[in-house]
C-alpha cells in the first residue's frame, strides 16, 4: 500500500458513514461481549492493528475495563487517534514493537484485505497475543452486496489492493498450531446472506449457508 496516500486519506477524513457506523457498532457489540465472556469485569490490554480512524478502540477507550493501544502505519491516523487514546503509535504491523504475550485481545477491522501476503501481519498478531487470549479479525465477505456493486460499476478501491475474503481464506491465515477457532460469524442481516436466507426460508447458523455473503465477516481466535 501507499503510505502517502493513506496519510492523504486520513488527513481529510471527517467521520464514519452512517453504514460504517452501523459496522462499528455491531464490532463493539461481539468485541464487548467475548471479552466479558472470557475475562469478566477484569480490565484488559487490547491493541488496535491498523487502526486508522481507530472508531472502535475509541468506544472501547471510554470503558474502565479496557487498556487501549493502537498501531497505524499513517502518521495522521495516529495524531488524530492520539487525541483520544494516549498509547497510540505509530507502527508497521508485520513488525510490532511489543513483546510477545503482551495483550489479552488483539483485534484488526479492515486492515488484511489490502495485504496480498498478511501472514507476517497474522504471525506478529498471535505473537503479542497472550496463552489463552483472543485475535479477532474483521474482513469484508467475498459475495456481499456490497462487492457486488463495487463490481457492476467497476470501481477500484482508492488505496489500491484489496481482497474480500471467504470464511475458508480467513480461518486459512489463521491456521496455526497455538490456535484455536473459537467463533466464525458474520456482519450485517441486510446484506445478500439475510437475503438468501429469508428468500428460501432458511433458519440456521451462518456456517451451513452462504457463509461469505455478509458485509463483513470475522473469526475469533484463541491462542493455546
Known amino acids: 500500500m501507499k503510505n502517502k ?20 457498532k455491531e464490532r463493539d457489540k461481539i468485541i464487548d461481549t467475548i471479552k466479558n465472556e472470557y475475562f469478566g469485569k477484569k480490565k484488559i490490554k487490547i ?3 491498523g487502526c486508522g480512524y ?33 498509547n497510540s503509535f505509530v507502527m508497521n504491523a508485520e513488525e510490532l514493537k511489543f513483546k510477545d504475550n503482551y495483550f489479552d485481545i488483539v483485534f484488526s477491522a479492515g486492515l488484511l484485505e489490502h495485504f496480498k ?6 504471525k506478529e498478531i498471535i505473537r503479542v497475543t497472550k496463552n489463552n487470549g483472543l485475535a479477532i479479525t474483521f474482513v469484508p465477505g467475498k459475495y456481499s452486496l456490497w462487492q457486488l456493486w463495487i463490481r457492476l ?11 474480500p475474503y471467504t470464511q475458508k481464506k480467513l480461518n486459512k491465515i489463521f491456521n496455526y498450531d497455538n490456535i484455536q477457532i473459537i467463533e466464525r460469524e458474520g456482519i450485517d442481516p441486510f446484506s445478500l446472506n439475510g437475503f438468501l436466507l429469508k428468500l428460501f426460508n432458511v433458519k440456521t447458523s451462518f456456517r451451513k449457508s452462504f457463509s461469505n455473503a455478509y458485509t463483513e465477516i470475522y473469526n475469533i481466535v484463541k491462542k493455546v
Open 153 to 163: 460499476h467497476g470501481k477500484q478501491w482508492q488505496h489500491g489492493y484489496e481482497e
Open 5 to 24: 496516500s493513506w496519510n492523504k486519506f486520513w488527513e481529510e477524513y471527517k467521520e464514519p458513514s452512517n453504514s460504517e457506523k452501523w459496522l462499528i
Open 47 to 49: 491493541l488496535e492493528v
Open 117 to 122: 501476503d498478511p501472514s507476517k501481519i497474522v
Open 54 to 86: 481507530a472508531s472502535n478502540s475509541k468506544i472501547l477507550n471510554k470503558r474502565k475495563d479496557y487498556e487501549v493501544f493502537c498501531i497505524d502505519l499513517s502518521k495522521k491516523a495516529i495524531l488524530m487517534t492520539r487525541k483520544e487514546i494516549k
